[in-house]
């Protein structure tokens, strides 16, 4: 991938994050290539990064082997139409981050021989640790589908999807999934402070604590249920808090609080498809 030429159509976070992962993995800045309409944000990846910035997606997309589509979903299919032509000349891999917008959709509006990636990234790949999933089309080629992990894979962990309404399952648990726990985290910051600690005590205790979970959870070849249980005392406080977790429905809230995520991503699926 590293002699390939890449443009990313959008330059927000997202972008951001993967541009500083690429180049941070030792991709060429000059292989780069970044469009926006707003001019600060080309400022500012220009000067960070020593990337290419364009307000000309068209001219972009004409000289990079990999487009990254990292536009809202509202405006995608008007951004999509506008380079179709130069998608299908240069035969561009297309690599989509927006959420919600199907690759038949994709498909349909840059060319039915475009070669597309779909990939649902999360929030923490602004600090290098995400969780990407990605689907390809049929016309996606071995080398093409190994070009995109290598660019999800610049800010963290990538897999691979082989039904693509699997994604709106991703969009419930991974894409969404880091709120779900700031507000867990916000609920224990809330409670350790109403039990006496001061605020700087209390949010310092949750971050380490879930920081130091999620790295045991990672590194152990045990599961979530079995590190439970193995610090969870008889007769102990963590018995007792977990078994008010349970008492109040902790896990069918769960379930139905992704369950309702799948659906609203389903919805805009269909909304943004429409287009």
Known sequence: ?????????????????????????????????????DQNKL????????????????????????VVLAVKPQVLAGVAKD?????????????????????????????????IVRCMPNTPALVKTGATALYANARAGKSQRESAESVMRAVGLTVWVDDENLL???????????AYFFLFMEAMESAGRELGLDDRTARLLTQQTALGAAKIAMESAE???????????PGGTTEQAIRTFEEGGLRELARNAMLAAERRSVEMSNQFGAQ
């Open 1 to 37: 991938m590293k002699q390939q030429t890449i443009g990313f159509i959008g330059g927000g976070n997202m972008a951001h994050a993967l541009i500083g992962g690429l180049v941070a993995d030792g991709f060429s800045a000059q292989k780069i290539w970044v469009t926006d309409l």
């Open 168 to 178: 709106d399952a991703v969009t419930a648990l991974s894409g969404s999934g880091p």
């Open 83 to 115: 380079i179709a032509a130069a998608v299908q000349a240069r035969k561009s891999l297309v690599v989509s981050i927006a959420a919600g917008v199907r690759a038949a959709d994709l498909q349909r509006w840059l060319g039915e021989e475009t070669a």
């Open 223 to 233: 599961t979530p249920a079995e590190l439970r249980r193995r610090v969870t005392s």
């Open 43 to 66: 400022a500012e990846l220009k000067e960070q990064f020593h990337v290419n910035t364009s307000a000309d997606n068209q001219s972009t997309v004409a000289q990079c082997d990999i």
